[in-house]
């Protein structure tokens, strides 16, 4: 193809401006998802998608139904609570489950509850989980995070007939 040169020009600035703006648009999908900053310390928004790859990277090739457990994983710390994303959710709820709940100068209490829609509410945190980690085996993936400055969260997904369900959910709380 024989352009004129103004052309060929132009095409050339317009692929070094388009290779240009990758990192920014990296950083800026970073930027969505601001950091909590507790004391001296800053942690990472579990939406980010450096903590994204991060938490994927620590599931990969250690559990099963890998692709599922992302998702699992995703709808809960960073999916709305609505629509397509809601029924999703609530399959990972099975009809009962355990939640412990610790406060400072409280005794820990565990107790089974049932599931419901302010339970699935109050456990995805959609969007508003930070510094998230987590341990894995291969049928069991327990995550943690902070949803604010006083508190940490978490639940425990487990593999059970062909499907990730929740386990146990818990917070502490200062």
């Known amino acids: 193809m024989n352009l004129p040169y103004h052309n060929r020009l132009l095409m050339f600035f317009l692929f070094i401006f388009s290779v240009s703006a990758w990192p920014c ?3 800026h999908a970073d930027s969505t998802y601001p950091p909590l900053n507790i004391y001296d310390t ?3 928004n579990a ?3 450096s903590k994204q790859l991060e938490l994927w990277k620590a599931i990969s090739g ?6 599922l457990a992302r998702r699992a994983l995703h709808a809960l710390l960073c999916g709305p609570r609505t629509g397509p994303e809601r029924v999703f959710l609530a399959s990972l709820f099975p009809q009962k489950l355990r939640e412990k709940i610790e406060g400072t100068g409280q005794e820990p209490s565990s107790e089974i509850i049932l599931r419901s829609d302010e339970l ?9 989980a930070w510094g998230a980690s987590v341990t894995v085996t291969h049928d069991r993936i ?5 949803p604010d400055e006083v508190c940490v969260s978490g639940f425990t997904l487990s593999y059970r007939g062909a499907k990730w369900v929740i386990d146990e959910i818990g917070s502490a709380c200062d």
Do not use: M, W
């Open 62 to 67: 250690k559990v099963k139904d890998e692709a």
């Open 42 to 44: 800053s942690y990472p």
């Open 120 to 128: 699935i509410d109050r456990t995805a945190a959609a969007g508003e």
């Open 25 to 27: 648009k990296v950083a």
């Open 142 to 146: 327990e995550l943690s995070y902070h």
């Open 47 to 49: 939406c980010s998608l």
